[in-house]
């Protein structure tokens, strides 16, 4: 502040003190004690933003903001909660990105928050009676100490004398794994620096999962479920990590394994020198290691996930199991191997894994004492995930294979120019075949099975050759009778005798007799009936072994026939995934044709959906874990199975729930199968059910993924409005859910869309995104709907801002549930099972 003198130059207010006058003196001395004052306060919020001390501490709402602006450190709640945390985000982004949490398991309940330095100088998080809920635990006493928020996003506390970093929270992370942190391990005193899970998306407290560095033998990189291994990346070659596939070029400047020859590795990554360009990796509450990515300031977007098949949980085969998401069922036994306990092998079930069949040369010398004529050799298998726990040697590549056979317990070895001999003594668990990257994996097996292997070769290449050639005679014949008769496909799937299904469409699916089902349900007793689609009635039944199954039964009368049955059997004889129904068997036997299912106590979605009670028993939870398993079950059909499946016909009544209410997609009657150059086809017969059916199948005939993707879209606007589409409002001119969906999207009236047993203010966000991804799938033009792959991104909030929905199909038309067939189209009406 500055006044005039009498000379008329200014000078200063602090200059008045100099006055002679009593009670100028007084009242000046004052004015410059608060100006002090005044300096001093504004000193503490204007400069080291970035700095806690004891005198300087934060409570909750407040932040502190790292120097260059990119991390703030403060109190927040997570979504869905009203418990509070001290944790570090990301701060120029629409939505905070947490990236670590101090009281992860002691959650403060209002906002009485405080974040200081104690006495012993450790940075404690205090509740409103000053209880430490927690702390950084620095065991020795430091009398003058800081907390620093670093760009890097670390929170370090140092000793204020010398600037030692005596704790920093990269040595203590949680669920994010950020860019020169350090994840370490200490062989000598078995001390870890590792990633810790939240335990769900609302609460950060310590999940199941955690993920860090194994060196028991040679380094790789793992995520435990519990303590066991969840998902491994192979070993470090010194570049990359040779189980992860995708890892090329663009990683090998951004990956560093640090050892310091005295028990201590260390693993740091570094994707992007560009400043725009920002990378982090996250271990989701789903044991997913996601890798995150932001361009010039956009939304974050998931760049990698450690498991894109079921192929990459760990061990999903067994020992000496193989896994391929290309083939169904994805898991195999090695060649000269075969399944340890055949029944549950075929039932899916192939954690027991595979065991030898002939016992290699060198065991037999052991037991026998004499020498066998011929030794054992190895079969090559290209582009493969090594099995876990290599023993390791600098052999050179032509003497490894030569080691191996000298070792009578050598069972496998592979070469890696940047790691040498790799060799292994025990079970191969966790082999895994690649499309690309991997590396060569050479299985020992004795003479005779090497020897097969050879004549299979031969006897594959003359099949092949002989297939070609009949399979173009045939195809040929068979094109000439087709043009002169009108036969049936009755005439292609059974002999002539009418009874027996061929074979070689159910070779691997269990056959039935009809003697069997009519006894596991009573005759097929109408007390047994749980329900009737276009297919025909099911039946609850139980076999003699206590096994409950579902029985559907084609009837006579039916609109579909033979064809959708042949249909479904091929189809889903050969998926396997949670979130499929699971198909045991069928029954051909004279006039009676039918299906037998997995029994599923909770029968199907619309029963709960649309019951005048049930509805209440789906809180949103539920609704939300069935829409996300719905969803992951369509990517398996689409994208995850070797063979790409469309479904056609999904909705509510498809869609049956298990005693947890979990969601199992059933009815693959009309479910077609593409080739791996289709995008869409066409049909001149369109089947599916009116309200599901997206507008370029129903009026065209073209069906794509994206045909699935609409049904899901219905399917999901049903789940959180409890309305099926094809009922009517009277006040709202008889339009469909699509159309009032619509309607109140425009008018940001969603919660008159919202059924009202969900309406809770927790949830309020999330409904919203359901809704608006619903909308996302349902408008009218293919081009304009995600895939199911995308849906399922948006829907964990892993894709931030959604792109506005245009308007749906079907909103301006005002079209009649009656509907029958028309122009060849078969419609099924909706019913409750």
């Not at 951004?254 to 990378?279: H, I, V």
């Not at 191996?404 to 895994?432: F, K, P, Q, R, V």
Request: charged fraction near 20%.
């Amino acid at each position: 502040m500055l006044s005039k003198s009498a000379s008329g130059h200014p000078k200063s207010e602090f200059s008045k003190t100099r006055s002679v006058e009593p009670m100028g003196l007084v009242r000046n001395t004052n004015l410059s004690a608060l100006l002090v004052l005044l300096f001093c306060f504004c000193l503490k919020f204007c400069s080291a933003t970035d700095t806690i001390t004891a005198a300087k501490f934060i409570t909750d709402p407040e932040t502190v903001i790292s120097n260059g602006g990119d991390f703030k450190l403060g109190f927040f709640s997570p979504a869905n909660s009203t418990d509070r945390y001290v944790g570090i985000w990301y701060a120029q982004y629409s939505v905070p990105t947490v990236i670590w949490v101090a009281n992860r398991d002691k959650p403060l309940k209002n906002s009485s928050g405080v974040l200081t330095i104690s006495e012993d100088g450790n940075l404690v998080v205090l509740d409103g009676q000053t209880k430490v809920l927690w702390s950084s635990n620095f065991s020795s006493s430091v009398v003058n100490s800081s907390a620093q928020l670093l760009d890097s996003g670390n929170l370090i506390l140092q000793e204020n004398t010398k600037g030692a970093i005596i704790w920093e929270s990269f040595q203590h992370p949680s669920d994010t794994y950020m860019p020169k942190m350090e994840i370490s391990t200490d062989v000598r005193t078995g001390k870890k620096v590792q990633l810790t899970s939240w335990k769900s998306h609302s609460d950060p407290s310590i999940g199941n999962f955690s993920a860090g560095i194994d060196v028991r033998n040679l380094p790789e990189f793992l995520v435990w479920n519990d303590g066991s291994p969840y998902w491994r990346s192979g070993p470090w070659n010194s570049r990359i990590f040779i189980g992860v596939p995708y890892m090329d070029s663009s990683y090998l400047n951004g990956f560093r394994l640090r050892d310091d020859k005295e028990g201590t590795f260390s693993f740091t990554f570094f994707f992007s020198k560009d400043p725009l360009r920002k990378d982090f990796v996250v271990l989701n509450a789903q044991g997913h290691l996601l890798q995150k990515r932001s361009n010039n300031g956009e939304d974050w977007k998931v760049k990698r996930s450690s498991l894109e098949t079921e192929c990459d949980v760990y061990g999903r085969c067994g020992a000496f199991g193989s896994c391929n998401p290309q083939d169904s069922p994805i898991c195999s036994c090695l060649w000269g191997f075969e399944p340890k306990n055949t029944e549950e092998w075929n039932r899916g079930n192939w954690t027991s894994g595979c065991v030898r069949r002939t016992p290699l040369q060198c065991e037999r010398v052991n037991n026998n004492g004499s020498e066998g004529e011929k030794k054992d050799g190895f079969l090559k298998l290209t582009m493969m995930k090594v099995p876990y726990l290599a023993d390791w040697s600098t052999t050179l590549e032509e003497n490894c294979s030569t080691q191996c056979l000298e070792n009578c317990s050598c069972i496998a070895y592979a070469y890696d120019s940047g790691i040498g001999c790799m060799t292994w003594t025990g079970s191969l668990i966790d082999i895994h075949k690649f499309l690309t990257g991997g590396a060569d994996l050479y299985v020992r097996l004795t003479y005779s099975e090497l020897d097969k292997m050879g004549n299979v070769k031969v006897i594959v290449t003359v099949i092949v050759i002989i297939g070609v050639i009949s399979t173009g005679i045939c195809t040929y014949l068979l094109r000439r009778w087709s043009s002169k008769q009108k036969g049936k496909i009755v005439t292609l799937i059974f002999d002539k005798h009418g009874e027996n299904v061929n074979q070689v469409l159910l070779q691997e699916l269990p056959l039935f007799s009809l003697q069997e089902l009519a006894s596991a349900t009573n005759n097929f007793h109408l007390s047994n009936k749980l329900g009737q689609g276009g297919f025909g009635p099911v039946y609850r039944g139980k076999m003699s072994d206590g096994e409950e199954i579902a029985v559907k039964r084609l009837s006579r009368a039916s609109g579909q026939g033979l064809e959708e049955f042949m249909n479904e059997v091929v189809v889903i004889s050969k998926l396997q995934h949670r979130n499929l129904v699971r198909l045991l068997g069928c029954c051909v036997e004279g006039e009676e044709k039918m299906l037998v299912y997995e029994y599923m106590s909770n029968k199907s979605l619309d029963a709960f959906l649309f019951d005048s009670v049930k509805p209440k028993l789906l809180d949103w939870r539920r609704r939300f874990n069935i829409i996300e398993g719905i969803s992951r079950g369509l990517l398996y059909l689409h994208r995850d199975s070797r063979l790409r499946i469309i479904h056609r016909d999904l909705k509510a009544s498809n869609i049956l729930l298990d005693e947890e209410l979990n969601p199992k997609i059933s009815d693959f009657g009309m479910a077609r199968i593409f080739g791996s150059n289709e995008d869409q086809a066409n049909t001149k017969r369109v089947v599916g059910t009116y309200g599901y059916m997206s507008p370029e199948y129903a009026m065209g005939g073209r069906f794509s993924e994206k045909s699935d993707v609409f049904s899901f879209g219905v399917l999901l606007l049903e789940i959180v409005s409890g309305r099926r589409n094809t009922s009517f409002y009277d006040d709202e001119q008889a339009m469909s859910l699509l159309g009032f969906a619509w309607k109140m999207w425009n008018a940001e009236n969603i919660v008159a869309l919202t059924e009202p047993v969900i309406r809770e203010p927790c949830f309020e966000m999330e409904i919203l995104r359901c809704i608006h991804v619903g909308l996302l799938c349902v408008q009218d033009f293919a081009k304009d709907r995600p895939t199911i792959s995308v849906v399922i991104s948006m829907l964990k909030s892993e894709t931030i801002d959604l792109p506005l929905p245009k308007q749906p199909a079907f909103t301006e038309r005002q079209i009649s549930p009656h509907a029958g067939s028309l122009n060849n189209i078969t419609v099924t009406m909706v019913q409750g099972r």
